[in-house]
């Protein structure tokens, strides 16, 4: 597998999961500059031109989700996620798809008119909407991790290495602060990992 990758971007989720689980991986880093990322090169293997990017096997994929998944069904050999069909990994999937397609979005918005967008273009307004969004969001992580060490109970799963980028974004724009305690306890115990360290040093 060869990932396509920028420092702290959400391909940390799969450098981390290929460490979780052992996996040989290549790591290729690449320009973030938006000149880069809309190269027709670039383009060809992420239409819209964001990180990250995975290869394996002949083929090309985009969203980091997506590939966390393909490497579990592929490589995980039942590691890191529950069986397929049961109300464990309905369980799953929700936690995966919650972090990036709902709770991510709104610190996404943050990020976009906060640092991203030329100033002239930034709109205050969607900054503090999107704050409001955000919270509801880690409300929901910060009440299922007051009486389960990880989201789906007492074991490490692959829904975390999701969240946990997602976390590390929450924290990175000060939505996820002191006052969500079990949040910030369930953050740290998802930092002291090899490969969440690992990752994030990549
Ligand atoms: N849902 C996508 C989001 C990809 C994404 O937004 N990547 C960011 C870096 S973490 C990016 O490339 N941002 C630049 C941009 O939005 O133009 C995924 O999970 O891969």
Redesign the pocket.
Known sequence: MKIYH?KG???V?VIWLCEELGLPYEVETID?S?AF?STAAWRAKSP?????VMEDDGFVM????A?VQYVLDRYGNAGLRPEPGTPSSARFLQWCWFA?ATF?RPL?DII?HTV?KPEAERIPAVVVDARGRALTCLDAVNETVTTNSYLLGDDFSAADIMMGYTLMLAKRVGVLADDHAPANAYYERLQVRAGFRIAMDA
């Open positions: 920028v971007t959400r391909s989720r973030f938006p990322r819209t031109g964001k990180v990250p985009f969203e980091s989700g590939m990036e991510a996404g976009h991203f």
